[in-house]
């Protein structure tokens, strides 16, 4: 029986629930390590470690790097692990003035200056993005599933219907609107970027009519570009698509809403650090 681990590093925790509701591995694979159900203390010698979370506290890095050393392959998982993901809020200024002027902390450990994905400090051999990733692709981790084939891109797996002759002029907020059902969300006017986003999730998010915000990261056309050339194709989407301005387009795919995921589209691409390889991304 394989034996895996979790490190959980600075996040939420949602990839360990997401994994939990995954309970096909429980009678196929040994749980040695899970802070968030385990009281065990240190990462034991295991065929697959888990990483979720981003890189915040020297007492994270700290972890990380001792973890590793145990573990035959290790596969950074969610969007914090890979790129940061809420964890990142705390490298705006104003959040770390408030949390830094707490002059009552006790043993709390110690920021380090940004936040970082785990690759800046070890070498990873699968990526599995998502904010969480699904049960499914959890399974498809600890199987090594070679029968799982994730889609390109979410789109595909949307199962919702483009209308030719359905040209919104205007997008809608996140938030409002009656969701028409079956029919595609861009034709509807909302701001879904499914169409560049990797697939495999299986589209929870538009099926139930909420729009695709790209926590999977770029699919594998854009995954060793410039985030630009993303920015680029989603506009185009929506020019072939609808009558809205692009000044409107613009504004609303650098908005809050978004902010949280898109900023990682350009982490894969190289520059501060090597490529990200497709082939190392689930």
Same mark, same amino acid.
Request: proline content about 7%.
């Given at each position: 029986?394989?034996?895996? &681990?979790?490190?959980?590093?600075?996040?939420?925790?949602?990839?360990?629930?997401?994994?939990?509701?995954?309970? &096909?591995?429980?009678?196929?694979?040994?749980?040695?390590?899970?802070?968030?159900? *385990?009281?065990?203390?240190?990462? @034991?010698? !295991?065929?697959? +470690?888990?990483? #979720?979370?981003?890189?915040?506290?020297?007492?994270?890095?700290?972890?990380?790097?001792?973890?590793? $050393? /145990? &573990?035959?392959?290790?596969?950074?998982?969610?969007?914090?692990?890979?790129?940061?993901?809420?964890?990142?809020?705390?490298?705006?200024?104003?959040?770390?003035?408030?949390?830094?002027?707490?002059?009552? =902390?006790? /043993?709390?450990?110690? +920021?380090? %200056?940004?936040?970082? %994905?785990?690759?800046?400090?070890?070498?990873?051999?699968?990526?599995?993005?998502?904010?969480?990733?699904?049960?499914?692709?959890?399974?498809?981790?600890?199987?090594?599933?070679?029968?799982?084939?994730?889609?390109?891109?979410?789109?595909?797996?949307?199962?919702?219907? $483009?209308?030719?002759?359905?040209? @919104?002029?205007?997008?809608?907020?996140?938030?409002?609107?009656?969701?028409?059902?079956?029919?595609? +969300?861009?034709?509807?006017?909302?701001?879904?970027?499914?169409?560049?986003?990797?697939?495999?999730?299986?589209?929870?998010?538009? =099926?139930?009519?909420? %729009?695709?915000?790209?926590?999977?990261?770029?699919?594998?056309?854009?995954?060793?570009?410039?985030?630009?050339?993303?920015? *680029? #194709?989603?506009?185009?989407?929506?020019?072939?698509? *609808?009558?809205?301005?692009?000044?409107?387009?613009? &504004?609303?795919?650098?908005? @809050?809403?978004?902010?949280?995921?898109?900023?990682?589209?350009?982490?894969?691409?190289?520059?501060?650090?090597?490529?990200?390889?497709?082939?190392? !991304? +689930?």
């Amino acid at each position: 029986m394989k034996r895996f &681990a979790v490190l959980q590093l600075s996040g939420c925790a949602g990839c360990e629930v997401s994994l939990l509701n995954a309970d &096909a591995w429980v009678d196929q694979f040994k749980l040695t390590y899970m802070p968030l159900v *385990t009281s065990v203390y240190d990462v @034991p010698d !295991v065929d697959i +470690l888990l990483i #979720s979370g981003g890189v915040r506290t020297d007492e994270d890095l700290y972890k990380l790097r001792r973890a590793v $050393k /145990h &573990a035959k392959q290790v596969v950074a998982v969610g969007t914090c692990a890979i790129s940061g993901g809420v964890a990142n809020l705390g490298d705006r200024d104003e959040v770390r003035e408030l949390f830094l002027a707490q002059a009552q =902390r006790h /043993h709390v450990p110690r +920021l380090l %200056p940004k936040t970082h %994905p785990v690759d800046a400090y070890v070498d990873i051999d699968l990526y599995l993005p998502g904010c969480p990733p699904t049960p499914e692709l959890f399974m498809a981790v600890l199987e090594e599933d070679s029968v799982f084939k994730p889609s390109k891109i979410v789109c595909q797996e949307c199962g919702r219907k $483009k209308i030719r002759d359905m040209r @919104p002029k205007h997008l809608l907020g996140f938030q409002q609107g009656n969701v028409l059902p079956d029919i595609c +969300l861009v034709n509807q006017g909302y701001l879904c970027v499914g169409t560049s986003t990797r697939g495999g999730c299986r589209a929870p998010c538009p =099926r139930a009519g909420h %729009p695709c915000v790209g926590c999977r990261g770029p699919s594998d056309v854009f995954i060793e570009k410039e985030s630009a050339a993303w920015f *680029t #194709s989603i506009k185009r989407v929506f020019n072939s698509m *609808t009558d809205i301005p692009d000044e409107e387009l613009d &504004a609303a795919l650098r908005s @809050p809403q978004l902010a949280l995921f898109l900023f990682q589209f350009s982490d894969y691409a190289g520059g501060e650090r090597a490529i990200r390889p497709k082939e190392k !991304v +689930l």
